[in-house]
């Protein structure tokens, strides 16, 4: 079955820290797509990233970059020099292709930035 | 380009009541879904739709109700409403059928209240 699991339910951190949000992941296909989402305070959800099972680079984009490891099935989102700005809740998510039409999200892990 | 909205943002019904959750999307997207946000469980997917006129049950379709008959609306029904169904509730949309990769483009959330 699939599942997503967000150990970590909340972390603090003081601005300029770096932060690793942890997301591990089951499924059974061997094709498959994880994301990471972002909720700010204001509630909406924003898509931030879409990495592919064949595709084990990992990416960097501007502060935040994210670390796919098949072998471990993790796919771990750091947060570099983190700023005020970033504290939201952030999901990871599991659509595979064997049952494309669900996503299956974690449970969320809110990251508190205090200046 | 709106994008997704939904209609009301806020909302409280006393148990029993019913109401209509809306969700438009200007993208001309296929897939449409309602999802419910409860703390520390993530999302859960009620139910989605693959197309006008076309809609299955997600994880936790109990109590509520949808219909798709235009393409560009997705609505969401409570018939009788219970305090279990406080939540936030989250439509979004995708525009690839069966395309896994595709990620969803979510609205700005409801946030139901039921006393």
């Known amino acids: 079955a699939q599942k997503v699991t967000q150990a970590q339910t909340e972390i603090s951190v003081v601005e300029k820290e770096d932060v690793t949000l942890d997301c591990v992941y089951e499924t059974r296909d061997t094709t498959y797509y994880l994301f990471w989402y972002k909720q700010p305070p204001s509630g909406e959800l924003v898509f931030l990233i879409r990495?592919?099972?064949?595709?084990?680079q990992n990416e960097i984009s501007g502060r935040y970059s994210w670390n796919f490891q098949k072998s471990t099935s993790s796919f771990n989102f750091t947060i570099t020099a983190s700023q005020v700005v970033d504290s939201a809740v952030y999901f990871c998510?599991?659509?595979?292709?064997?049952?494309?039409?669900?996503?299956?999200f974690g449970s969320g892990t809110k990251l508190n930035v205090k200046p | 380009n709106a994008g997704v909205t939904q209609t009301p943002k806020f909302r409280v019904l006393k148990t029993g009541q019913s109401m209509t959750l809306l969700c438009a999307q200007d993208m001309n997207h296929e897939y449409m879904y309602w999802y419910r946000q409860d703390p520390g469980m993530g999302l859960r997917l009620i139910h989605y739709?693959?197309?006008?006129?076309?809609?299955a049950k997600g994880e936790v379709p109990d109590g509520y109700n949808v219909s798709r008959l235009k393409k560009q609306n997705f609505l969401l029904g409570l018939e009788s409403a219970a305090p279990s169904q406080t939540s936030v509730y989250f439509c979004a949309s995708s525009f690839t059928p069966g395309l896994a990769s595709d990620e969803q483009y979510f609205g700005p959330g409801t946030r139901l209240t039921v006393t």
């Open positions: 990495r592919n099972s064949f595709d084990e």
């Open positions: 998510a599991l659509r595979d292709e064997g049952n494309f039409n669900k996503f299956y």
């Open positions: 739709s693959v197309g006008e006129g076309t809609t």
